[in-house]
Protein backbone atom coordinates (compact mmCIF):
# COMPACT_ATOMS: atom_id res chain seq x y z
CA UNK A 1 0.00 0.00 0.00
CA UNK A 2 1.15 3.48 -0.83
CA UNK A 3 -0.15 5.94 1.36
CA UNK A 4 -1.12 9.78 0.26
CA UNK A 5 0.91 11.14 2.73
CA UNK A 6 3.08 10.21 5.80
CA UNK A 7 3.52 12.45 8.85
CA UNK A 8 6.64 11.36 10.92
CA UNK A 9 5.86 12.86 14.39
CA UNK A 10 3.25 12.43 16.74
CA UNK A 11 3.58 15.77 18.39
CA UNK A 12 1.50 19.25 17.67
CA UNK A 13 3.19 19.52 14.32
CA UNK A 14 2.24 16.63 13.54
CA UNK A 15 -1.10 16.64 14.79
CA UNK A 16 -1.93 20.02 13.41
CA UNK A 17 -0.83 18.55 9.64
CA UNK A 18 -3.35 14.85 10.47
CA UNK A 19 -6.28 17.21 11.06
CA UNK A 20 -5.74 19.00 8.01
CA UNK A 21 -5.05 16.03 6.20
CA UNK A 22 -8.17 14.39 7.63
CA UNK A 23 -10.70 17.01 6.95
CA UNK A 24 -9.39 16.67 3.14
CA UNK A 25 -9.78 13.40 3.27
CA UNK A 26 -6.37 12.24 2.09
CA UNK A 27 -4.96 8.52 2.39
CA UNK A 28 -2.68 9.11 5.68
CA UNK A 29 -0.83 7.49 8.34
CA UNK A 30 1.25 9.28 11.44
CA UNK A 31 4.09 7.60 12.47
CA UNK A 32 5.88 7.91 16.03
CA UNK A 33 8.81 6.38 17.69
CA UNK A 34 7.00 6.59 21.26
CA UNK A 35 4.22 4.25 22.83
CA UNK A 36 1.67 7.19 23.98
CA UNK A 37 0.28 10.64 22.71
CA UNK A 38 2.38 13.52 24.50
CA UNK A 39 5.01 11.14 26.00
CA UNK A 40 8.05 13.86 25.02
CA UNK A 41 5.54 16.27 27.37
CA UNK A 42 4.66 13.46 30.23
CA UNK A 43 9.27 12.80 30.06
CA UNK A 44 10.05 16.67 31.23
CA UNK A 45 10.66 17.87 34.79
CA UNK A 46 7.48 17.47 37.15
CA UNK A 47 7.09 21.17 37.77
CA UNK A 48 6.70 22.02 34.41
CA UNK A 49 4.00 24.82 33.04
CA UNK A 50 4.06 26.47 29.88
CA UNK A 51 4.80 30.29 29.97
CA UNK A 52 1.88 30.87 27.36
CA UNK A 53 -1.76 30.73 28.66
CA UNK A 54 -4.30 28.30 27.56
CA UNK A 55 -5.72 30.55 24.80
CA UNK A 56 -2.55 30.59 22.99
CA UNK A 57 -2.44 27.04 22.68
CA UNK A 58 -5.06 25.93 20.30
CA UNK A 59 -4.41 23.44 17.56
CA UNK A 60 -6.90 23.57 14.71
CA UNK A 61 -10.24 22.56 15.01
CA UNK A 62 -10.09 22.31 19.11
CA UNK A 63 -9.20 25.08 21.61
CA UNK A 64 -7.25 24.17 24.50
CA UNK A 65 -10.06 23.21 27.07
CA UNK A 66 -9.00 25.75 30.10
CA UNK A 67 -9.95 29.06 31.16
CA UNK A 68 -8.37 31.90 29.53
CA UNK A 69 -5.20 33.00 32.16
CA UNK A 70 -4.47 29.39 33.11
CA UNK A 71 -0.95 28.64 32.15
CA UNK A 72 -1.07 24.35 31.26
CA UNK A 73 1.11 21.86 33.43
CA UNK A 74 3.09 18.97 31.10
CA UNK A 75 -0.11 16.55 32.27
CA UNK A 76 -2.67 19.27 30.92
CA UNK A 77 -1.10 19.50 27.35
CA UNK A 78 -0.17 15.79 27.31
CA UNK A 79 -4.35 15.59 27.78
CA UNK A 80 -4.71 18.00 25.38
CA UNK A 81 -3.30 16.27 22.73
CA UNK A 82 -4.36 12.52 23.42
CA UNK A 83 -8.27 14.50 23.52
CA UNK A 84 -7.40 15.90 19.68
CA UNK A 85 -6.34 12.61 18.60
CA UNK A 86 -9.32 10.62 20.04
CA UNK A 87 -11.81 13.71 18.85
CA UNK A 88 -10.76 13.38 15.10
CA UNK A 89 -9.78 9.74 15.22
CA UNK A 90 -5.97 10.28 14.00
CA UNK A 91 -4.71 7.43 12.64
CA UNK A 92 -1.35 6.94 14.15
CA UNK A 93 0.84 4.10 14.16
CA UNK A 94 2.81 4.10 17.58
CA UNK A 95 6.78 2.23 18.23
CA UNK A 96 7.14 3.08 14.88
CA UNK A 97 10.09 5.31 14.48
CA UNK A 98 11.68 6.19 11.23
CA UNK A 99 14.82 4.73 10.90
CA UNK A 100 15.94 5.89 7.34
CA UNK A 101 13.92 7.48 4.33
CA UNK A 102 14.72 7.00 0.85
CA UNK A 103 13.04 8.13 -2.67
CA UNK A 104 12.63 5.76 -4.85
CA UNK A 105 11.07 6.99 -8.30
CA UNK A 106 8.35 8.55 -6.79
CA UNK A 107 8.09 7.50 -3.77
CA UNK A 108 9.33 8.07 -0.48
CA UNK A 109 9.99 4.61 1.54
CA UNK A 110 10.50 5.21 4.89
CA UNK A 111 12.06 2.05 6.88
CA UNK A 112 10.86 1.29 10.40
CA UNK A 113 11.16 -1.58 13.42
CA UNK A 114 7.80 -2.51 11.74
CA UNK A 115 8.56 -2.82 8.42
CA UNK A 116 8.87 -0.48 5.53
CA UNK A 117 6.31 1.95 4.37
CA UNK A 118 5.57 3.67 0.97
CA UNK A 119 4.12 6.93 0.57
CA UNK A 120 3.92 9.65 -2.48
CA UNK A 121 4.66 12.26 0.11
CA UNK A 122 6.44 12.94 3.60
CA UNK A 123 6.11 15.82 6.20
CA UNK A 124 8.54 15.60 8.78
CA UNK A 125 7.57 16.67 12.21
CA UNK A 126 9.95 15.29 14.60
CA UNK A 127 10.58 18.88 15.65
CA UNK A 128 13.96 20.81 16.72
CA UNK A 129 14.97 18.45 19.99
CA UNK A 130 16.34 15.25 18.68
CA UNK A 131 20.13 14.68 20.53
CA UNK A 132 20.87 16.05 23.98
CA UNK A 133 23.60 18.45 23.97
CA UNK A 134 26.03 18.82 26.61
CA UNK A 135 30.17 19.58 26.61
CA UNK A 136 32.86 17.05 25.39
CA UNK A 137 34.38 17.39 29.54
CA UNK A 138 31.84 15.71 30.66
CA UNK A 139 32.69 12.07 29.76
CA UNK A 140 36.07 13.24 31.83
CA UNK A 141 34.11 14.27 35.30
CA UNK A 142 33.99 11.91 38.11
CA UNK A 143 31.33 9.30 37.85
CA UNK A 144 30.42 9.67 41.68
CA UNK A 145 28.89 13.31 40.03
CA UNK A 146 25.29 12.59 39.47
CA UNK A 147 24.28 14.16 35.67
CA UNK A 148 21.80 14.65 34.30
CA UNK A 149 20.55 16.58 31.38
CA UNK A 150 17.13 18.57 31.18
CA UNK A 151 15.58 15.77 29.31
CA UNK A 152 16.28 13.56 32.00
CA UNK A 153 15.69 15.78 34.88
CA UNK A 154 12.34 15.14 36.99
CA UNK A 155 12.75 17.22 40.34
CA UNK A 156 15.26 17.42 43.10
CA UNK A 157 15.00 13.63 44.42
CA UNK A 158 17.02 12.58 41.59
CA UNK A 159 19.63 14.43 43.48
CA UNK A 160 22.63 13.36 45.72
CA UNK A 161 22.77 15.52 48.74
CA UNK A 162 25.63 18.07 47.86
CA UNK A 163 26.51 21.36 46.11
CA UNK A 164 24.64 21.05 42.39
CA UNK A 165 25.53 22.85 39.23
CA UNK A 166 22.99 24.01 36.96
CA UNK A 167 23.98 24.99 33.53
CA UNK A 168 21.92 26.79 30.80
CA UNK A 169 20.25 30.35 30.90
CA UNK A 170 17.48 29.58 28.62
CA UNK A 171 13.82 29.01 30.31
CA UNK A 172 14.39 25.48 31.07
CA UNK A 173 18.02 26.15 32.70
CA UNK A 174 16.13 29.34 34.92
CA UNK A 175 13.41 26.60 36.04
CA UNK A 176 15.30 23.89 37.02
CA UNK A 177 17.78 26.41 38.91
CA UNK A 178 14.79 28.33 40.80
CA UNK A 179 12.91 24.67 41.83
CA UNK A 180 16.57 23.34 43.07
CA UNK A 181 17.47 26.72 44.65
CA UNK A 182 14.37 26.24 46.51
CA UNK A 183 15.90 22.69 48.35
CA UNK A 184 18.37 25.49 50.25
CA UNK A 185 21.69 23.34 48.87
CA UNK A 186 24.49 25.39 47.25
CA UNK A 187 23.85 26.00 43.86
CA UNK A 188 25.77 27.10 40.98
CA UNK A 189 24.65 28.74 37.89
CA UNK A 190 26.50 28.69 34.99
CA UNK A 191 25.87 30.69 32.12
CA UNK A 192 24.28 33.99 30.53
CA UNK A 193 23.29 36.17 33.66
CA UNK A 194 22.53 39.13 31.53
CA UNK A 195 19.74 37.09 29.54
CA UNK A 196 16.84 39.31 28.80
CA UNK A 197 13.87 38.47 30.94
CA UNK A 198 9.74 39.66 30.19
CA UNK A 199 7.13 38.77 32.67
CA UNK A 200 4.38 36.44 31.73
CA UNK A 201 1.62 39.74 32.05
CA UNK A 202 2.19 43.02 32.07
CA UNK A 203 -0.45 46.19 32.76
CA UNK A 204 -3.33 43.87 33.29
CA UNK A 205 -2.69 41.60 29.61
CA UNK A 206 -0.40 38.45 28.68
CA UNK A 207 2.34 38.97 27.40
CA UNK A 208 1.36 37.30 24.49
CA UNK A 209 -1.46 39.99 24.15
CA UNK A 210 1.64 42.58 23.95
CA UNK A 211 3.28 40.65 21.59
CA UNK A 212 0.58 40.09 18.81
CA UNK A 213 -0.34 43.64 19.33
CA UNK A 214 3.97 44.59 18.75
CA UNK A 215 3.49 42.19 15.73
CA UNK A 216 6.43 40.07 17.04
CA UNK A 217 4.18 36.64 16.50
CA UNK A 218 3.58 37.36 13.29
CA UNK A 219 6.30 38.09 11.67
CA UNK A 220 8.56 36.60 8.91
CA UNK A 221 11.72 35.18 9.38
CA UNK A 222 12.66 37.59 6.31
CA UNK A 223 11.21 40.25 7.13
CA UNK A 224 13.52 42.91 8.98
CA UNK A 225 11.70 42.54 12.49
CA UNK A 226 11.90 38.70 12.16
CA UNK A 227 15.44 38.86 11.30
CA UNK A 228 15.94 40.96 13.80
CA UNK A 229 14.29 38.67 16.45
CA UNK A 230 15.67 34.77 14.96
CA UNK A 231 19.21 36.24 15.15
CA UNK A 232 19.16 37.03 19.03
CA UNK A 233 19.24 34.45 22.05
CA UNK A 234 15.34 34.33 23.31
CA UNK A 235 14.73 35.86 26.53
CA UNK A 236 13.31 34.00 29.75
CA UNK A 237 10.11 34.12 30.06
CA UNK A 238 8.26 34.38 33.30
CA UNK A 239 11.24 33.26 35.67
CA UNK A 240 13.30 36.28 37.73
CA UNK A 241 16.83 35.30 36.92
CA UNK A 242 17.96 38.34 39.15
CA UNK A 243 15.97 37.49 42.45
CA UNK A 244 16.83 33.73 41.90
CA UNK A 245 20.57 34.69 41.73
CA UNK A 246 20.19 37.13 44.69
CA UNK A 247 19.46 34.29 46.91
CA UNK A 248 22.36 33.40 49.69
CA UNK A 249 22.53 29.28 48.22
CA UNK A 250 23.00 30.67 44.69
CA UNK A 251 26.50 31.91 43.24
CA UNK A 252 27.48 32.78 39.52
CA UNK A 253 30.76 30.74 37.84
CA UNK A 254 30.07 31.97 34.40
CA UNK A 255 30.61 29.99 31.47
CA UNK A 256 31.60 26.16 31.91
CA UNK A 257 35.54 26.02 30.41
CA UNK A 258 36.63 22.71 31.25
CA UNK A 259 36.97 19.38 33.77
CA UNK A 260 38.22 16.49 34.82
CA UNK A 261 37.47 14.23 37.76
CA UNK A 262 36.12 16.20 40.19
CA UNK A 263 37.50 19.68 39.30
CA UNK A 264 35.37 22.24 37.08
CA UNK A 265 36.74 24.93 35.12
CA UNK A 266 35.15 28.22 35.13
CA UNK A 267 35.49 31.34 34.00
CA UNK A 268 35.54 32.96 37.68
CA UNK A 269 37.99 29.54 38.60
CA UNK A 270 38.15 25.90 39.45
CA UNK A 271 35.31 24.11 41.66
CA UNK A 272 36.09 20.77 42.94
CA UNK A 273 32.96 20.35 45.38
CA UNK A 274 29.85 19.80 43.26
CA UNK A 275 28.03 16.40 43.83
CA UNK A 276 25.48 16.76 40.95
CA UNK A 277 24.86 18.66 37.96
CA UNK A 278 22.15 19.71 35.53
CA UNK A 279 22.99 20.38 31.75
CA UNK A 280 20.36 22.70 30.54
CA UNK A 281 22.19 22.98 27.53
CA UNK A 282 19.86 22.22 24.95
CA UNK A 283 19.93 19.49 21.55
CA UNK A 284 21.30 18.89 18.20
CA UNK A 285 19.05 18.23 15.45
CA UNK A 286 19.50 14.90 13.92
CA UNK A 287 17.84 14.93 10.24
CA UNK A 288 20.75 12.07 9.28
CA UNK A 289 18.21 9.10 8.47
CA UNK A 290 16.80 11.25 5.40
CA UNK A 291 18.53 10.07 2.04
CA UNK A 292 19.86 12.94 0.19
CA UNK A 293 18.74 16.13 2.99
CA UNK A 294 19.94 19.59 2.37
CA UNK A 295 20.75 21.23 5.47
CA UNK A 296 21.48 24.59 6.47
CA UNK A 297 24.27 26.26 8.84
CA UNK A 298 22.18 25.19 11.96
CA UNK A 299 21.60 21.45 10.87
CA UNK A 300 17.96 22.20 9.81
CA UNK A 301 16.40 20.51 6.66
CA UNK A 302 16.62 23.48 4.08
CA UNK A 303 13.04 24.48 3.08
CA UNK A 304 10.79 27.26 2.10
CA UNK A 305 8.17 27.45 4.87
CA UNK A 306 8.01 23.72 5.03
CA UNK A 307 8.38 22.91 1.10
CA UNK A 308 11.66 20.82 0.96
CA UNK A 309 14.05 20.87 -1.81
CA UNK A 310 13.17 17.54 -2.59
CA UNK A 311 9.57 16.76 -4.34
CA UNK A 312 7.11 15.19 -2.51
CA UNK A 313 8.98 16.24 1.13
CA UNK A 314 7.71 18.32 3.76
CA UNK A 315 8.54 19.88 7.17
CA UNK A 316 6.85 21.94 10.01
CA UNK A 317 7.40 22.31 13.61
CA UNK A 318 11.22 23.46 12.92
CA UNK A 319 12.44 26.85 14.81
CA UNK A 320 11.85 29.69 12.72
CA UNK A 321 10.36 27.89 10.07
CA UNK A 322 7.99 31.24 8.98
CA UNK A 323 7.70 33.06 12.37
CA UNK A 324 8.58 32.74 15.71
CA UNK A 325 5.58 30.59 16.79
CA UNK A 326 6.58 27.75 14.15
CA UNK A 327 7.81 25.64 16.55
CA UNK A 328 5.44 26.04 19.25
CA UNK A 329 2.13 24.59 20.16
CA UNK A 330 0.08 27.36 19.84
CA UNK A 331 1.77 29.04 16.80
CA UNK A 332 2.07 25.51 14.91
CA UNK A 333 -1.49 25.91 13.36
CA UNK A 334 -0.50 28.42 10.85
CA UNK A 335 2.12 26.22 9.27
CA UNK A 336 -0.14 23.40 8.87
CA UNK A 337 -2.36 25.74 7.18
CA UNK A 338 -0.18 27.11 4.55
CA UNK A 339 0.79 23.41 3.69
CA UNK A 340 -2.65 22.31 3.24
CA UNK A 341 -2.89 25.20 0.85
CA UNK A 342 0.59 24.19 -1.10
CA UNK A 343 -1.38 20.50 -0.88
CA UNK A 344 -4.54 20.71 -2.24
CA UNK A 345 -3.36 23.26 -5.03
CA UNK A 346 -0.70 20.55 -6.12
CA UNK A 347 -3.86 18.14 -5.96
CA UNK A 348 -5.92 20.12 -7.93
CA UNK A 349 -3.37 20.78 -10.77
CA UNK A 350 -2.54 16.71 -10.88
CA UNK A 351 -5.90 15.98 -11.36
CA UNK A 352 -6.58 18.46 -14.14
CA UNK A 353 -4.19 17.18 -15.70
CA UNK A 354 -5.12 13.64 -15.12
CA UNK A 355 -8.57 14.46 -16.85
CA UNK A 356 -6.84 16.02 -19.41
CA UNK A 357 -4.93 12.92 -20.28
CA UNK A 358 -7.76 11.11 -19.95
CA UNK A 359 -8.91 13.11 -23.03
CA UNK A 360 -6.29 12.64 -24.90
CA UNK A 361 -6.31 8.98 -24.68
CA UNK A 362 -9.87 8.74 -25.68
CA UNK A 363 -9.59 11.06 -28.36
Known amino acids: MTYDYIVVGAGQAGLSMAYHLKQAGFNFLVIDGDNEIGGSWLRRWDSLTLFTPSQYNNLPGMDFPMAEGHYPDKNEVADYLKKYVKTFDLPIRFNCKADKMTRVNDTYHVDTPMGQLKASNVVVATGPFH ?16 QLHACEYKNPGQLQDGETLVVGAGDSGVQILSEIADTDRKVYFSGNCSTAMLPQ ?4 KTLWWW ?7 SASKHSWLGKQLSTRMQPVIGTNLKKILAKSNVATVGRSLDGKGHTIDFEVGQIDSIKNIVWATGFRPNF ?6 TL ?3 GYPENQRGIGKQEGLYFIGLPWMHTRG ?4 GGVQNDAKFLMEHFLTEHNEQTDIDVEMEGALAS
Open 131 to 146: TPFTPKFNTQLSKDIV
Open 201 to 204: EFLG
Open 211 to 217: LGKLGIL
Open 288 to 293: SWINNV
Open 296 to 298: DEK
Open 326 to 329: SATL
